[in-house]
């Protein structure tokens, strides 16, 4: 498998505490990561720095053989990231959050058409449809629906421009089990109707243990180190325990 992703000995602290400790992994071409931890074991943390919105204090992370600040726009473009907090913008539709997902993709001409509510939804109205959001939302505000939506929202978002690598921060809360599996298969399997170039390559911190059936590998974290680095099928009972 090609290597897409390497950390070396990434640390990072906030305000003298220290939050990750000597991280040091590989993420490969094709492989979906599911990522382990207790609240606070530093998850979002590593999430941050792997997309490049943090910098870490110490170590060094490459993505395709670069550092971030070296990536050129086509390859950042490769790179999408669904956030705990979800960062949709209040004042725009539902419809248009998932259109704002285009727009690292797209020209001014497109931004403006985009906020006017003249652009095309087709696309972004194939992306709600496989996350299973009834079409009477489409248009509505996105501060008017429940938190549920919001989250296929931000998932629909994120498929939108067909990264290649997804990491994910607790992107299944709000949702039922019946809805948690749907998408995680989804994600797994890569096959929809639509053919929406789902990413090859995923990493996605969970907090629902019975959701990493299907995924290729297990990282636990626990005190801001790495506790286990495991391939699905060889996790034992033990080692969930450890993490928790």
Not at 55 to 82: A, M, V
Not at 100 to 124: E, M, P, Q, R, Y
Not at 192 to 204: D, G, M, R, S, V
């Amino acid at each position: 498998m090609k290597s897409l992703i390497e950390l070396t000995n990434i640390s990072f602290k906030l305000k003298n505490i220290k939050i990750l400790n000597n991280i040091n992994f590989k993420i490969y071409e094709g492989e979906k990561i599911a990522l382990l931890g207790k609240s606070g074991s530093g998850k979002t943390t590593l999430i941050s720095i792997l997309n490049g919105t943090r910098r870490q204090t110490s170590g060094d992370i490459k993505i395709y053989g670069k550092s971030f600040n070296k990536l050129d726009n086509s390859q950042k473009r490769k790179l999408g990231t669904i956030w705990q907090d979800l960062r949709l913008v209040d004042d725009l539709s539902a419809e248009q959050n998932v259109n704002v997902g285009l727009l690292n993709n797209k020209n001014l001409i497109f931004t403006f058409k985009n906020l006017l509510n003249i652009s095309s939804f087709h696309k972004a109205h194939n992306c709600m449809e496989l996350c299973q959001l009834n079409r009477s939302i489409y248009s509505k505000n996105i501060k008017s629906i429940s938190g549920g939506q919001k989250q296929r929202i931000a998932i629909s978002r994120s498929i939108i421009h067909e990264p290649e690598i997804l990491f994910a921060d607790e992107p299944f809360n709000n949702l039922d089990p019946k809805l948690c599996f749907y998408l995680k298969n989804l994600f797994i399997s890569r096959l929809n109707n639509y053919k929406i170039e789902f990413p090859n390559t995923i990493l996605f911190s969970l907090h629902k243990i019975d959701l990493i059936d299907g995924f290729t590998r297990v990282i636990g974290l626990k005190n801001g180190e790495i506790c286990l680095d495991t391939k699905r099928d060889e996790l034992r009972e033990s080692d969930l325990e450890n993490i928790y």
